[in-house]
């Protein structure tokens, strides 16, 4: 007996327990009547309210069986549908349905592994539609909070995604996406000769109804975010010393800066650069110019000409005698939209490290 068959029994007593108590309350005080005589010699003659009590026990156990059977027949855990699909079976003999792919944004980044070819990350997020059963996952969206695609009908609930390319025909081939909640994600890995070009994909997915899409589709590039390149300071600061930074203005609508003050790596699991005296900057571009989110005590003096940000503040640096470096890192974003109506977020990162030694 596997525990997904659990809940189906729990129900099946407690509503057979309920019903039989609510219908016939006279079992269950005749059963009470013969153990008092069996056991201890006594006799009992249930009334009027003993009547009234095996009924509204009964009737507690006809609501604990609904409880059990709200688990069963919908998409929670444990549920029937995750029970029926078995992520085993041969794909090939699943029926194939018709889907529609509709992309909501693309982000864009550098790769990271130039050394390898690994130019570009390219995400791509998208609903899915089924239009033979007029369904499509945009309906269910909830704009106050997270979405999970356990929320979804079996019709729209991917159980396999995987994103390949258009050659690979195998059905459980690719990459698998993320598709715990929706729009789905698929991450693009493109190499020397994929990148900085629209990239063709093709998307395998199986619904918890048993069923298998496939569809081709063209991710757009979105274009890349030139690095932030930080041009001073040159050397490492001095305790006591204050904030300032020079760094290349790639045009980003946003630039998140962060120095972390770090100690060598105690081979503890803690992060060597977890430090009381790191700190952030937030700036976002407002009509054309730069402006820091969420002033502090310490907000900066920014002047931002000829394609370069300087920033001067009147934060001292704080560095005890365990500290042996402090990084500086830059995060630039900028969004956009394409032609049709896809969102776009291209990032870029640039750093620099420091010794304090």
């Known amino acids: 007996m596997t525990a997904s068959i659990i809940p189906i029994l729990l129900a099946l007593l407690a509503f057979v327990i309920g019903i039989l108590n609510l219908v016939r309350p006279d079992l269950f005080l005749s059963f009470q009547t013969w153990s008092q005589k069996a056991l201890w010699d006594s006799k009992y003659e249930p009334g009027l309210p003993a009547y009234r009590m095996v009924r509204v026990f009964g009737a507690f156990f006809v609501i604990i069986g609904l409880v059990f059977s709200s688990m069963i027949f919908t998409n929670g855990e444990p549920g029937l549908r995750e029970q029926l699909f078995n992520y085993d079976q041969d794909l090939d003999k699943l029926p194939l349905v018709r889907v529609v792919v509709k992309l909501d944004s693309i982000w864009e980044r550098a790769g990271g592994r130039p050394d390898l070819g690994l130019n570009e990350q390219r995400d791509f997020d998208f609903y899915l539609e089924r239009p033979d059963l007029g369904l499509k996952q945009q309906d269910f969206k909830d704009a106050q909070g997270a979405v999970y695609t356990s929320d979804l009908p079996a019709a729209l609930q991917p159980k396999m995604l995987y994103a390949s390319d258009v050659s690979d025909e195998a059905r459980n081939g690719g990459n698998s996406c993320d598709f715990g909640g929706f729009p789905h994600t698929c991450t693009l890995n493109l190499y020397t000769g994929e990148d900085a070009k629209p990239k063709t994909v093709l998307l395998k997915i199986v619904f ?114 365990d500290d042996t470096s402090a990084v500086y890192s830059i995060q630039a974003e900028a969004g956009g939209v394409t ?3 896809v969102k776009t977020h291209r990032k870029s990162y640039a750093e620099a490290t420091y010794d304090l030694r």
């Open 339 to 341: 032609q049709d109506g």
């Open 208 to 321: 918890a109804d048993n069923t298998y899409a496939q569809q081709e589709v063209a991710i757009p590039y979105a274009g890349m975010l030139d690095t932030p390149a930080i041009l001073e300071p040159k050397s490492a600061p001095k305790n006591g010393g204050r904030f300032g930074l020079k760094f290349r203005d790639v045009g980003a609508d946003r630039y998140k800066i962060s120095v972390s003050i770090c100690h060598p790596y105690a081979n503890n699991g803690i992060n060597p650069c977890l430090n009381v005296n790191n700190f952030e900057y937030i700036f976002a571009r407002q009509g054309g110019r730069l402006v820091e989110e969420g002033r502090d005590s310490y907000s900066p003096v920014i002047t931002a000409a000829d394609n370069i940000v300087e920033i001067w503040t009147g934060r001292s640096f704080n560095f005890s005698q």
